[in-house]
T-cell receptor, first 106, second 118 residues
């Protein structure tokens, strides 16, 4: 099975940088996903990491360390619209963490 | 990009009725579809995994006779909530995975269906 842990809530200031961590335990690793979910909407794909290292995609970057069972999502130049829940998921049949609610304030 | 649609986007029904939710992959063949349920302020909970042409695999605690899943084609899966009760009120989300390339590694989510049972 899988066990995923991420912080429940984080706050940050517009224009700043925030790092959302995710630790996981899984019996078989097929990659790690990050999704963004706004209230009342379905999740949208942000990133997929299967190898160690940093994947950069615009303002968002995702890092993976398979040996440590650890990933983080890095959001730069925060905007108010980035206020959402960020979900970490692992597994071929993905198991989702509880999500981190990010609040960006002016 | 790969698109998944869901219908209806919201539904209100009386207790005891059955509700069918459709999930369609519009521009790719979805060999596997997943059905999730999400209660307010909680994470997505996987209900079942369905592969085209075979019976769905249900997660522990999910009643297969209550939540009927049919994946009859590579582009359509349906979830029927039978004899719905107020505790079944939730946000139901499907996702689809293809068999090659980007559609293999990534799950593409539908927009979700909000079910309210009175």
């Amino acid at each position: 099975g899988q066990n995923i842990d991420q912080p429940t809530e984080m706050t940050a200031t517009e224009g700043a940088i925030v790092q959302i961590n995710c630790t996981y335990q899984t019996s078989g690793f097929n990659g790690l996903f990050w999704y963004q979910q706004h209230a009342g909407e379905a999740p949208t794909f942000l990133s997929y990491n299967v190898l160690d290292g940093l994947e950069e995609k615009g303002r968002f970057s995702s890092f993976l360390s398979r040996s440590k069972g650890y990933s983080y999502l890095l959001l730069k130049e925060l905007q108010m619209k980035d206020s959402a829940s960020y979900l970490c998921a692992v597994g071929y049949i993905p198991t989702f963490g509880r999500g981190t609610s990010l609040i960006v304030h002016p | 990009g790969a698109v998944v649609s869901q219908h209806p986007s919201w539904v209100i029904c009386k207790s005891g009725t059955s509700v069918k939710i459709e999930c369609r992959s519009l521009d790719f063949q979805a060999t596997t579809m997943f059905w999730y349920r999400q209660f307010p302020k909680q994470s997505l909970m996987l209900m079942a995994t369905s592969n085209e042409g075979s019976k769905a695999t249900y997660e522990q605690g999910v009643e297969k006779d209550k939540f009927l899943i049919n994946h009859a084609s590579l582009t359509l899966s349906t979830l029927t909530v039978t004899s719905a009760h107020p505790e079944d009120s939730s946000f139901y989300i499907c996702s689809a995975r293809g068999s090659w390339g980007a559609t293999y590694n990534e799950q593409f989510f539908g927009p979700g269906t909000r079910l309210t049972v009175l």
